[in-house]
């Protein structure tokens, strides 16, 4: 097994430019999410998924889409980047109520 | 609305002394409670969880929690600090799946704490 995949794992955007953040898991977990991680702030929900079809917000969800069309991936949409959101992102994968499993992360700065 | 409070921003021990990095919580229902280290430039890795049962849990590398539900706090131990323990340490919460709605898939991080073992 991969486990969690992130892809990229570095990216580099101008302000006012989307991209995508690609995570995928082969673990079959029903759910998935993706967090932000700023110096001393700690881990931030940005959305989470129960499964395939269901996502919900979560601490930091303004300025990112998400969507859960397969039960392996969640990929992560940043629709007009802003400098707010230079940060590392994980994606993470769980069974029910179980640890989650975290991707590698991708270091995106936004100038 | 679920939350996790590490109050020692950072933890410094002597190697070989015991260690503890304190963790409350506060969640609606039965808490599940896990804590993760991370490494300088890597991602989470999960050490332990407390889900039900004994209230004193063991983990990986030596590690080990206790759960006080009276006190909210799942405080993480180790009897022998080593110099490999430092990295950063995160506790977290997520609901039971029997509270409802989609709330229980949300994992709620502390802020983390920086553990240091000085040789």
């Known amino acids: 097994n991969a486990g969690v995949t992130q892809t990229p794992k570095f990216q580099v955007l101008k302000t006012g430019q989307s991209m995508t953040l690609q995570c995928a898991q082969d673990?079959?977990?029903?759910?998935m999410s993706w967090y932000r991680q700023d110096p001393g702030m700690g881990l931030r929900l940005i959305h989470y998924?129960?499964?395939?079809?269901?996502?919900d917000q979560g601490e930091v969800p303004n300025g990112y889409n998400v969507s859960r069309s397969t039960t392996e991936d969640f990929p992560l949409r940043l629709l007009s980047a802003a400098p707010s959101q230079t940060s590392v992102y994980f994606c993470?994968?769980?069974?029910?109520?179980?640890?989650?499993?975290f991707g590698p992360g991708t270091r995106l700065t936004v100038t | 609305a679920q939350s996790v409070a590490q109050p020692e921003d950072q933890v410094n021990v002597a190697e070989g002394n015991p260690l503890t990095v304190k963790c409350t919580y506060s969640?609606?229902?039965?808490?599940?409670l896990f804590w993760y280290v991370q490494y300088p430039n890597r991602g989470l890795q999960f050490l332990l969880k407390?889900?039900?049962?004994?209230?004193l849990v063991k983990g990986s590398y030596g590690f080990e929690a206790e759960f006080n539900k009276s006190q909210t706090s799942f405080h993480l131990k180790k009897p022998s600090a080593l110099v490999s323990d430092s990295a950063l340490y995160f506790c977290?919460?997520?609901?039971?799946?029997?509270?409802?709605?989609?709330?229980?898939?949300?994992?709620?991080f502390g802020q983390g704490t920086i553990l240091t073992v000085h040789p």
């Open positions: 673990m079959n977990h029903e759910y």
């Open positions: 998924s129960v499964g395939a079809g269901i996502t």
């Open positions: 407390y889900i039900t049962g004994d209230n």
């Open positions: 977290a919460v997520r609901g039971s799946p029997n509270a409802g709605g989609t709330s229980y898939g949300k994992l709620t």
């Open positions: 969640v609606s229902g039965n808490p599940y």
């Open positions: 993470a994968s769980s069974y029910t109520g179980y640890e989650q499993y």
